[in-house]
């Protein structure tokens, strides 16, 4: 009777406990999908209370530590390149601001109609609250339907306390399904060091819904390396905003959007903006097209190229990328912890290698001779290209003193003449269809002043001109011509047609 009795209690004690457990595990179901799918619970907002909540900076006063404190404090930022100190203070379920989406995205989106997404974060050596925050800002922002999976993949850490560490945190995080679930045919891939805004996920899916061989990206906002504050990244037409681009020595930069294109668009602040490339640290595809176009390519090393490959795909095989701007994601910005070298430059000689075919000479022309051997891609690249040019390569001087000099854009303010060095890079110059003398993707213009500057391209009237068949180059609106002053001074001064203002430069038509 007694060993029956004790065998009842064993057996109560157990449904209890399996009661409870499921009590739990349906608990933290309906908090998930409730703060998951609320998107504007201000209960939440409410409760945000410590350091960094709503986004704000983090301020650290080192007179109040140690020497020895102060040694770590240092070691760690140097390390990672961001405030490790600042970022363990944190909590990973921080709030953000409450005015990270724009006003008018007010769209609803029935989740139910969107598809499912694995999320594939690599990382290297991150800091385990960095990491973690990233991976709890997924979780508690993102509809419990959506997210099958995340993936987190060791890129070469040499951390092994990270390692160990993170086995022993996801074998009892809840949201962790990476094992024994399939990978959805959507892919979400991001960096290590980021956090998602509410309503995050829903525009960028609808995108992709409706493109389903584009390349979808959001607005990356920014994160402060030292403070942890949370930049919105404004869209506003007065400050002209810029988009990720490359220039000919395939090295990401930067440009304005043409101000027509922006202005075409039906809802400025909502609609979907067409990108000619990305940042490469978040982005959503479909991963049979992704396959389909050949993956990311593995046969590059360490960092460097891999942006600009992804979207001459986009552009030239699939639908393009898109810019969702109701959909939101800080990022951490911070110095590369590592130096890519002479392996960066390999990679963009393979990218100009396989996918730029005719091309590729633009590229070369960049950097100088460099022989490399790799199979070279059928698709040609029209979209990039510049067609059209008027002149493109050095420009020198035709007088016979300094002819060994060429126009150099190094200080990136002004112009001067240097000894050619014959690398091109900043003596490398074209005159657009537009009649715009480009370097990369900025442009020499004239001051209200008449003073030769380096500029934003923003295809102004002032940033035109003409090189004449008496090789001297004029600035139309100014009807002034760029003058040798001396031996590395250039301005400009009234067109006489003398030898100090005629100059040497590649003709195309």
Same mark, same amino acid.
Not at 249 to 260: G, H
Not at 390 to 409: E, M, Y
């Given at each position: 009777m007694k060993l029956i009795w004790n065998y009842c209690c064993i057996v109560i004690i157990v449904v209890i406990i399996s009661c409870?457990?499921?009590y739990l595990t349906l608990n933290k179901i309906v908090e998930y999908r409730r703060f998951g799918n609320s998107h504007s619970d201000e209960r939440l907002q409410r409760m945000a209370v410590g350091p960094g909540e709503l986004g704000q900076a983090v301020f650290v006063d080192l007179s109040l530590f140690s020497n020895q404190e102060r040694k770590q404090y240092e070691e760690?930022?140097?390390?990672?390149?961001?405030?490790?100190?600042?970022?363990?203070? #944190?909590? *990973?379920?921080?709030?953000l601001p409450r005015n990270t989406v724009n006003k008018g995205c007010t769209k609803s989106y029935d989740i139910f109609e969107l598809p499912p997404v694995s999320v594939i974060i690599p990382f290297r050596d991150e800091s385990w609250s960095v990491l973690l925050r990233t991976v709890h800002s997924i979780l508690d922002r993102t509809p419990s339907y959506l997210l099958r999976e995340i993936i987190l993949v060791d890129d070469g850490s040499k951390k092994g306390e990270l390692k160990t560490k993170l086995d022993i945190y996801?074998?009892?995080?809840?949201?962790?399904?990476?094992?024994?679930?399939?990978?959805?045919?959507?892919?979400?891939?991001?960096?290590?060091?980021?956090?998602?805004?509410?309503?995050?996920?829903?525009?960028?899916?609808?995108?992709?819904? /409706?493109?389903?061989?584009?390349?979808?990206?959001?607005?990356?906002?920014?994160?402060?390396?030292?403070?942890?504050?949370?930049?919105?990244?404004?869209?506003?037409?007065?400050?002209?905003?810029? %988009?990720?681009?490359?220039?000919?020595?395939?090295?990401?930069?930067?440009?304005? *959007?043409?101000?027509?294109?922006? !202005?075409?668009?039906?809802?400025?602040?909502?609609?979907?903006?067409?990108?000619?490339?990305?940042?490469?640290?978040? &982005?959503?595809?479909?991963?049979?097209? &992704?396959?389909?176009l050949g993956g990311m390519d593995t046969g590059m090393h360490v960092w460097g190229g891999e942006q600009i490959e992804l979207a001459i795909k986009y552009i030239t095989c699939g639908d393009g990328i898109y810019m969702i701007p109701c959909s939101h994601i800080g990022h951490l910005y911070r110095p590369v912890p590592w130096r890519a070298g002479n392996?960066?430059?390999?990679? /963009?000689?393979?990218? %100009?290698?396989?996918?730029?075919?005719?091309?590729?000479?633009?590229v070369f022309e960049q950097y100088g001779n460099y022989t490399y051997k790799a199979e070279v891609a059928k698709e040609l690249i029209h979209f990039y290209v510049p067609?059209?040019?008027?002149?493109?390569?050095?420009?020198?001087?035709?007088?016979?003193?300094?002819?060994? *000099?060429? !126009?150099? %854009?190094?200080s990136m303010s002004s112009v001067s003449l240097l000894q050619c060095h014959y690398q091109s890079g900043n003596q490398y110059w074209e005159l657009s269809a537009n009649f715009e003398i480009r370097h990369s993707v900025f442009c020499l213009a004239v001051d209200s002043a008449s003073h030769l500057l380096i500029d934003e391209c923003d295809f102004e009237h002032h940033r035109k001109w003409d090189y004449r068949s008496d090789n001297t180059i004029r600035h139309r609106i100014s009807k002034?011509?760029?003058?040798? #002053?001396?031996?590395?001074?250039?301005?400009?001064?009234l067109c006489v047609g003398s030898v100090?203002?005629?100059?040497?430069?590649?003709?195309?038509r």
């Open positions: 409870f457990n499921n760690s930022q140097n390390k990672h390149g961001y405030n490790v100190f600042v970022s363990d203070l #944190i909590s *990973f379920h921080r709030s996801l074998s009892h995080l809840y949201m962790q399904r990476g094992i024994d679930q399939t990978i959805e045919d959507v892919i979400v891939v991001m960096d290590s060091h980021q956090e998602v805004a509410e309503v995050w996920l829903e525009p960028l899916l609808q995108q992709l819904k /409706e493109t389903p061989r584009a390349l979808v990206v959001p607005v990356v906002d920014g994160i402060d390396m030292n403070t942890f504050q949370y930049k919105k990244t404004e869209l506003d037409l007065k400050k002209k905003p810029i %988009a990720f681009s490359f220039d000919w020595r395939l090295m990401q930069t930067i440009m304005p *959007f043409k101000r027509e294109y922006l !202005l075409s668009r039906e809802n400025f602040e909502v609609s979907p903006i067409r990108l000619p490339s990305v940042q490469g640290n978040v &982005f959503v595809a479909n991963k049979t097209i &992704f396959q389909e392996t960066k430059i390999s990679n /963009e000689y393979r990218v %100009a290698e396989v996918w730029l075919d005719d091309y590729k000479q633009f067609e059209n040019l008027h002149a493109r390569g050095t420009i020198k001087p035709v007088l016979q003193n300094i002819s060994t *000099f060429c !126009l150099d %854009a190094s002034l011509c760029l003058t040798i #002053i001396n031996k590395t001074e250039v301005n400009l001064q100090n203002q005629q100059w040497i430069w590649k003709r195309l």
